[in-house]
Every structure is written in structure tokens, then in C-alpha cells.
């Protein structure tokens, strides 16, 4: 099972600092807007190595013992 | 009785006049920032509140907000709504799902000010007459002081606020010559100050805990929004800064 995490730090200036874990590519992006949609405007942000990596899917094939 | 013996009596004039005394406890350009800035703090807290009511039933009328969640939208509204520090009560109203009445003490503090103010406009539903007079059945208290709002909204309009006291000269004479004068002014200077000086206090101790609300406001929010998207969420204290930590597995 793969966990996926967002840290957030909302300050009392209004400002908010959010980081993702486990996720990887563009799904970082979309999880916060979907979070954050007309509650706050990214003003900067850094793309971590995980945003570069690709998502690979593995087909695991089983085969019966008796075969 | 001859001239030179009146010389030697004494004789005390007591006269009493009405005085303005200007209180300048508060400027006008002070009342304006203040006035402003409480506009601003609604104008961000409604902006947010928005985000969870637009897909609700919304009326509006007296600075207050009727919201009406027909469909079961957000059952942690009444939470979300007073950790912005604003106030919300269930009301029933006749319309189906639960309903609530929103304003801020904000109104308030800014209607202390300028009697004719309104809030901005996040209505999305028409009011009819039986809406309109449940809201100003149950409208909520503004606590609006009418003898301090009468001279905040003359320092906002006139630029000062003047108040009358009687001023006392007590003048004595040996004959023809003046010995002494004393002046005393009776008034209610100080009480006037005092009341103004409280009402800057605790205006302004409200405005410093805006940020706290926002802070707060939308941190609830985004729990909420968290929760929503299967995350489970622990919200941590550090400071003037909260911290959510959202996990989810797949």
C-alpha cells in the first residue's frame, strides 16, 4: 500500500506552505489544487526529483504451480 | 459710607459660562483606518465563507446571511464558520436541509462607525417576505452602542467631536482690586475619553485576532476539504503557525 502525505503550515500572515510525500509526477500538483482550489494562490513553488520520475505500472502476471 | 472705606471690603464674583471642549481622544483619520480595516477583515472572512456556501442556498439582508443546506453540503459549517471567529446559529426557517443565520461582530464595529454600512453581496437566492421576517425575527445583537456610535459618526463625518462643559471663574476683590481668580471646568471630558479609549482597545484587540481566525478559519476549512478527499488529517499546534498532516494510502 502507498502512502500519500501533504504536510501543510498555514502562518498567521495569511501565508501557507504545503509539501507532498509519495507522490509522484504531476500527481502533486493536481492533489493540491484539488485541496487548495479558492482558498489561496501558489505564489512560488519548488518541483522536488519525485515530480521528474515517471509513473511506471507493473502488470504481475501469476501463474498456477500445476501449469 | 465714604469711598475709602469701601476699599476694604471683600467681594467675590462668582460666574458660571458654557464651554465646547474638543475631545481628540480619536482622530478622523484614525476612525477611517479602523473602519477600513474592519471592512477588509469581513470582505477575506466572507470570501472564504463563500467557498463552502456558493453551492448552497444564499440569502442576504442586514448584513446577515441566510444559508440554507438543502442537500447535507457540509455538515461541519457551523465549525468552520466560528472558527473564522464569525457568528452562526440554526435556525428554522420552512426550507428543507438545515439553515443557518451568518454575520460577524465586524458588522457591528464598522455600523458603530457608518450607521448605513453593508456588506458586500455573496447572496445567490432571492429572499421572500416570510425569509425577510424570520431573519429580523432572529436577527443577532449587534450591540451597537448608540451614544458612543453618535460621536464616532461624527469624528468619521466632521472630522471632531466637541462636547459643552461650564466653566466656573470665581474672582475676588479687595474694593475695586481683583486678588484672585479661580476657574474650575465641569464637565464630562473624561468620561467621554474613557468610553472612546475602551471602544479603540477593543477594536483593536479584535482586529489583532483576525489573523488568528483566518489562521484558524481555513485551516478548518482545509481539514474539512482533507477529509473529503480521504485524507486522515492531524492538525499540530507550533506557535502562531498550524500545521496539517494529510495521509491517505492507496
Known amino acids: ?67 | 459710607m465714604s469711598w475709602d472705606e469701601d476699599l476694604d471690603y471683600i467681594s467675590v464674583n462668582i460666574e458660571t459660562v458654557d464651554i465646547d471642549i474638543k475631545i481628540s481622544t480619536i482622530s478622523q483619520e484614525k476612525l477611517v483606518e479602523i473602519a477600513n480595516n474592519c471592512k477588509v477583515a469581513l470582505q477575506e472572512k466572507l470570501k472564504k465563507i463563500n467557498v463552502i456556501v456558493k453551492n448552497m442556498k444564499v440569502y442576504q439582508c442586514n448584513n446577515t446571511l441566510l444559508v440554507n443546506d438543502r442537500y447535507g453540503i457540509c455538515r461541519e459549517l457551523e465549525e468552520i464558520v466560528q472558527s473564522f471567529g464569525m457568528l452562526i446559529k440554526p435556525i428554522d426557517c420552512g426550507l428543507k436541509g438545515k439553515s443557518y443565520l451568518i454575520s460577524d461582530m465586524l458588522v457591528g464595529a464598522i455600523q458603530t462607525i457608518i450607521s448605513d454600512f453593508e456588506m458586500d453581496n455573496i447572496s445567490n437566492a432571492e429572499l421572500t417576505n416570510e425569509l425577510l421576517d424570520i431573519m429580523k425575527q432572529q436577527a443577532f445583537d449587534m450591540k451597537i452602542n448608540q451614544s458612543l456610535s453618535q460621536k464616532l459618526q461624527t469624528i468619521y463625518k466632521v472630522g471632531s467631536y466637541s462636547i459643552v462643559g461650564q466653566k466656573t471663574t470665581v474672582s475676588t476683590y479687595e474694593g475695586r482690586s481683583l486678588i484672585s481668580q479661580e476657574s474650575t471646568v465641569k464637565s464630562a471630558e473624561q468620561n467621554v475619553v474613557r468610553e472612546l479609549q475602551d471602544y479603540l482597545k477593543s477594536t483593536k484587540e479584535y482586529l489583532s485576532r483576525t489573523n488568528e481566525y483566518m489562521r484558524d478559519g481555513t485551516a478548518k476549512l482545509l481539514y474539512t476539504r482533507a477529509r473529503q478527499m480521504g485524507y486522515a488529517v492531524e492538525e499540530k499546534r507550533n506557535g502562531e503557525q498550524v500545521q496539517l498532516v494529510l495521509v491517505r494510502c492507496e
Open chain 1, 1 to 67: 500500500m502507498a502512502e500519500k502525505k501533504i504536510v501543510i503550515d498555514i502562518n498567521s500572515d495569511g501565508k501557507m506552505h504545503a509539501e507532498t510525500f509519495g507522490m509522484v509526477g504531476t500527481e502533486c500538483v493536481d492533489e493540491l489544487d484539488k485541496l487548495m482550489k479558492d482558498l489561496a494562490l501558489m505564489t512560488s513553488s519548488t518541483k522536488k526529483p519525485e515530480f521528474y520520475e515517471q509513473r511506471t505500472q507493473t502488470t504481475s502476471t501469476v501463474k498456477n504451480k500445476h501449469d
